[in-house]
């Protein structure tokens, strides 16, 4: 079992929806929890960052981790054509200097 | 702030050769961390460097080693390629968990 799995996609939206995109993990350990994005032939992007269980916001992005059931979401609202992209989720353990385990990341396009 | 940057962006190389790839960190940063990440995959991590030595390293085989400078810029250099090593590599630096990337160096091995 991967340490962080998320459904590749690839996944399609009209511009303006809401997209949900989703991870489990399986290290009780992790305690970061990250979304990065990544445009095509580019270095990812860190997008939230988050620690422990909780919700955080910003802009048009919305994070959720709940510890419990291993279960991280990332939510966009209002979804634009420059939100194509691959979304990776991480998760690194409690200590500062871990190393970050990515899943596979999701391919999202936004149709305008 | 020119966040981190990485050298060269392309890279092509033949089979058995030898590689160096340069990373510097971002401002502040003395943690820099190599990663691999082959298409459609999400990145593998290499290995970490703080205060000038590996203190963490990934299911890679020795072929992969590294360096790191006072300065906190790092070297990754790759023995022996194979065509499987071609992927891109990335390069982050990090404070606590919060890692930044690179945009990466393209290596193709032919």
């Known amino acids: 079992q991967k340490e962080v799995e998320q459904d590749p996609g690839p996944l399609s939206v009209p511009e303006g929806a809401i997209v949900s995109l989703n991870c489990t993990y399986s290290?009780?350990?992790?305690?970061?929890f990250m979304w990065y994005r990544q445009y095509s032939r580019k270095g990812p992007e860190l997008l939230m960052y988050?620690?422990?269980?909780g919700n955080k916001e910003d802009g048009r992005f919305t994070a959720q981790v709940d510890k419990s059931s291993k279960y991280i979401s990332l939510f966009i609202r209002d979804s634009q054509p420059s939100d194509s992209a691959t979304y990776l989720c991480?998760?690194?353990?409690?200590?500062?200097?871990?190393?970050?385990?990515f899943g596979p990341g999701t391919s999202l396009s936004v149709i305008p | 702030d020119a966040g981190v940057t990485q050298s060269p962006t392309h890279l092509i190389k033949t089979r058995g050769q030898q590689v160096t790839l340069r990373c510097s960190p971002k401002?502040?940063?003395?943690?820099v961390s190599w990663y691999q990440q082959a298409l459609g995959q999400g990145p593998q991590f290499i290995f970490q460097?703080?205060?000038?030595?590996?203190?963490q390293r990934g299911n890679f085989p020795d072929r992969f080693s590294g360096h790191q400078f006072p300065n906190y810029s790092s070297e990754l250099n790759v023995n022996a390629l194979l065509l499987g090593d071609s992927a891109l590599y990335l390069c982050?630096?990090?404070?606590?968990?919060?890692?930044?990337f690179g945009q990466g160096t393209r290596l193709t091995v032919v």
């Open positions: 991480a998760s690194s353990s409690k200590t500062s200097y871990d190393k970050v385990i």
């Open positions: 290290n009780s350990a992790f305690q970061y």
């Open positions: 988050t620690y422990s269980s």
């Open positions: 401002s502040g940063h003395d943690t």
């Open positions: 460097y703080y205060e000038e030595e590996e203190r």
């Open positions: 982050a630096s990090s404070i606590d968990s919060e890692a930044f």
